[in-house]
């Protein structure tokens, strides 16, 4: 009978738990790229193999080999690091990478530029700083993000605690990583012989796609709970956490032209109490493990499970597992999917500092050296730093006195306290060009302008302290999850975006397909009288999501997957 798996199914089998001929791979100077099945095992390590798409054309008129980098991803569960961890991050930065540190939008770091034969290197020290990449991306489960500040207050704490337990308990077993990153490190049993691997939670098949879990204490969404395949929503009860709200079948990535493919918010799956996460994190997994579409890669998600078998089969499958019943969901608010910025003081007394950090980059240019500020704060060792995921920075758990100096640094650098506009400090945009292999128009690039261009008639209309989410992907797989901003780009080709509206401002609801294939200009020209409009005819409190449904500028999205229904394109 004709195996009809994705070809990844075969590639993971065989690749004994995910070793492949990496190694060997590493060691080959004639070429700076590794072979085409590694490239799909070494995300599981946390690492893409990818190339400067700027130079590509001149490369090739040169007949030569495209310029081939690596991307490293660190797991990071809870978005922490210290101020020595911090130096040691930056040093990677400038020795293996390209002097730049990114933040993602999922509360990790990316380096990029790696070249291969510094790889191995940068992964080495990542480990010297006590840290890690295994299972950053790849099938499997990624990064726990969870709400961003965990030294505001012993639930936060709680919270961001859950994040790294989960993360270790749903970690590969594979020693495959220290073999092959940590100086070739065989390891043996008892005997001195080579372990024989084993998944006991994976198998050696893994999962059929990628799999992301968040953790938020209301009323904070920061960590955009529906956007992920399982999400729990802290219950706090008199200060303490009685249990979770979990969700599950969150995602965002889709395929242009194809409606069977869309971006969906999570359902509420039920109650558990705190010492049932764990458990309900590892029985959801292995559920979609064993339920999830290992055919076809674009429908392999979680959500996509949840559809084709329903919430109800889905939840009654990890009862089962579970060998216990999920409770009612509790009532609950989340206000925000962005995050607070300025100086916030914690129960403790200590200040945490949240700074904008225009698309997460941190690095250095003339009049503004972020890099080089963090590096000088670091070297105080007065402070922590949280990464949050809308790509910004909280320097955290800064004693009173030292709140000036930190200040003083940040300003000597040129950088400033917050954002120039409340919609800049609420947008995000993913990579894309020139690293990303699957980007279609340019996205980290190109988001600066254009806002600048939109803050014009911001401080025409009175609004640049008004908070309105804007976001921009070069590619559908929305990993800077545009279908939940307020204003979303996707890119469709270079220069041009679709434009959707109407999500809600704390991340419950999917926006609308407004415009298809326009360019910036364009965009800017449909979407400045709206923002006029919408300084005149709002009503109190209202945002800007919520107005341009009552305006019937676009269709609610209210059903998480009713995301190509109703669609009335403004340029059909
Ligand atoms: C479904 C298909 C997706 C694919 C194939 C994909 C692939 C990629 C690739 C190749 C990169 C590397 C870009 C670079 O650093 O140069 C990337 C970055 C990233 N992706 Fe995705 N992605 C997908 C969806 C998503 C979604 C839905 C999310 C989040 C909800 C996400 C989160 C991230 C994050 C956090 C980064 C790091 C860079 C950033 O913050 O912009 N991805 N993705
Ligand atoms: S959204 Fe698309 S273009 Fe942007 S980083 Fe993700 S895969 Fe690349």
Redesign the pocket.
């Known amino acids: 009978m004709a195996d009809k798996r994705s070809p990844n199914e075969r590639i993971k089998e065989k690749s004994r738990y995910l070793r492949g001929t990496i190694g060997e791979g590493l060691t080959q100077v004639e070429t700076g790229a590794i072979a085409d099945d590694d490239t799909q095992l070494l995300k599981f390590h946390g690492s ?1 193999m ?1 190339d400067d798409r700027d130079i590509r054309p001149e490369r090739a008129k040169k007949k030569l080999e495209k310029a081939f980098s690596f ?1 490293i ?1 660190l797991r990071l569960p809870g978005g922490v690091v210290s101020s020595q961890q911090w130096l040691k991050l930056d040093d990677i930065a400038e020795h293996q990478a390209n002097g730049t540190l ?1 933040i ?3 509360a990790t770091f ?1 380096y ?1 530029g790696i070249i291969k034969s510094n790889l191995k290197r940068a992964m080495q020290a990542i480990n010297d700083a006590c840290l890690d990449t295994i299972a950053a991306c790849g099938d499997v489960n990624r990064n726990i993000m969870s709400s961003a500040n965990p030294f505001l207050s012993p639930v936060h704490a709680e919270v961001a605690d859950l994040s790294r337990v989960i993360s270790e308990h749903l970690l590969p077993k594979t020693s495959a990583y220290h073999e092959i990153w940590l100086d070739g490190e065989k390891v043996v049993d008892e005997g001195g012989k080579a372990k024989k691997d084993s998944e006991p939670l994976y198998g050696e098949h893994y999962l059929p796609r990628k799999f ?1 879990i968040v953790l938020v204490v209301p009323p904070d969404n920061d960590a955009d709970i529906f ?2 395949c399982v999400g729990y929503i802290a219950i706090v009860e008199k200060g303490k956490i009685v249990g979770y709200n979990v969700t599950v079948g969150g ?3 889709m395929t242009h032209g194809d409606e069977d493919t869309f971006p969906r918010t999570a359902d509420l799956l039920g109650f558990c109490n705190p010492d049932q996460a764990v458990a309900v994190a590892e029985n959801i997994m292995t559920t979609q493990r064993d339920w999830g579409n290992r055919e076809d890669r674009k429908r392999a998600r979680l959500k996509y499970t949840i559809e084709d078998r329903g919430l109800n089969a889905f939840r009654k499958e990890v009862e089962k597992r579970l060998g216990a019943k999920f409770g009612k969901p509790k009532p609950f608010k989340l206000t925000h999917n962005g995050d607070t910025m300025g100086w916030r003081q914690g129960t403790d007394k200590k200040w945490h500092l949240t700074l904008f950090v225009e698309n ?1 980059r941190i690095k250095d240019v003339s009049g503004w050296s972020l890099r080089s500020a963090l590096r000088e704060i670091a070297e105080l060792g007065v402070a922590d730093f949280v990464l949050t995921g809308n ?1 910004n920075l909280v320097i955290a758990n800064i004693p009173a006195k030292s709140k000036n100096k930190i200040e003083k640094i940040l300003k000597s650098h040129g950088v400033a306290l917050g954002a120039t506009s409340a919609m800049r400090a609420n947008s995000m945009a ?2 894309a060009l020139p ?4 980007a279609l128009a340019e996205s980290e690039r190109a988001l600066p302008g254009l806002i600048t261009k939109l803050e014009e008639t911001l401080e025409a209309e009175g609004l640049r302290d008004d908070a309105i989410v804007v976001r921009m992907t070069g590619c559908p ?5 545009p279908y939940l901003a307020e204003i979303g780009f996707v890119g469709r080709n270079p220069g041009l975006y679709n434009l959707y509206l109407g999500a809600a401002f704390e991340g419950s609801r999917l926006s609308k397909l407004y415009a298809q294939d326009v360019s910036e200009d364009q965009a800017l020209d449909l979407l400045k009288p709206l923002i006029t409009q919408y300084a005149k005819e709002r009503n109190e409190g209202e945002r800007f999501g919520d107005f341009v449904i009552r305006a019937r500028v676009v269709a609610a999205t209210e059903v998480s997957n009713q995301f190509h229904k109703d669609v009335k394109r403004v340029n059909d």
Request: glycine content about 18%; proline content about 0%; hydrophobic content about 20%.
């Open positions: 893409y990818q991307m991803r990114r993602t939008t999922r990316q990029h992301k956007a992920h995602g965002m990535g997460g790509q993913c990579v690293t990303c292999g699957l797989n929305g990993c800077a999850r």
